[in-house]
């Protein structure tokens, strides 16, 4: 009886810590989807004043007959397949460098994770300035120094090089979040399985193999995860440094906003979220905790 009754007050104990956590998730998460869910049925105004109509599926079924739906979510995937790759890629190499001691090494820790910290307006212009057609260092040292090209290229209003340029900001300004992962789960990795694969004969490719990335592979599946759902909905980088990119964040925005169709904007959020979820759990399966495919 005395367990019974002491497992029943941890359980009211339980309620009352986490009702206020329960509370908000209900308030900032569930009630905001399940009235994104209700309003990609209806025909939506602005104004709230004016009724709202219900539509049943035709919003989804105009967005999924929108040849530039499939086009932004072609260019999203690009963007996201290539930025989270190359800043994971990238967050790793520097990780595996800096796991060793060396002089300077926190000073050099603080420089890298500077463009993590920087709020991105501050960056985003900072990148168009570099690659101004007229005062900017990159066109400058391109044109004036190495003269690689006669007239200095309009970075930002072409497609192609917008779509480049907004993929190397993406990498450089989201690499240290791989960084801080990969060297905190390094720094546990223990010295002497090196040693042994070292005893045994294994080059630096194979003990990277054997010893480091089953050791990093929960972490690496996480960072992978993480960065994707972050960078697929992506809308203030890409917005902020050209027009060029219509990536899905900027092509859900100009539906609410610039046309004024706030239900075909919630229906486009909700075919993502199912798509990236879909993704997401199939990722999952594949690769499992202990690094194996």
Known sequence: MK???????????????LAP??????????YPMISNIQISFFDQPI????????????????????????????????????AVGG????????ALFFNRPFKFRKTARSLIILSYVTPSISLVFAWKYMFNNGYGIVNYLGGDVLHLFDQAPL??????????LVVLFAIWRYFPYAFISFLAILQTVDSSLYEAAEIDGAGIWNKFKIVTLPAIMPV??????????WLFYMF???FLLTNKVNILGIYLYETAFAFNDLGKAASISVILFIILFIVIMVARKRVNLNGNG
Do not use: C, H, M
């Open 47 to 82: 104004n709230q004043r004016l009724d709202a109509t219900f539509v049943d599926l035709n919003n989804y079924i105009n967005i999924l007959s929108d040849v530039e739906f499939f086009k932004s979510l072609g260019i999203t995937i690009s963007y996201t397949v290539l």
């Open 3 to 17: 367990t019974i009754k002491r497992e029943k007050s941890d359980l009211k104990l339980a309620v009352v810590l």
């Open 87 to 94: 800043s994971t890629a990238l967050g790793l190499v520097v």
């Open 220 to 229: 690496l599946l996480t960072v992978i995860t993480l960065r994707s759902i």
């Open 236 to 238: 203030t980088d890409v």
């Open 155 to 164: 970075w930002f209003d072409n497609p192609v090089s917008s779509f480049i």
């Open 21 to 30: 956590s329960i509370f908000l998730l209900l308030l900032l998460v569930a």
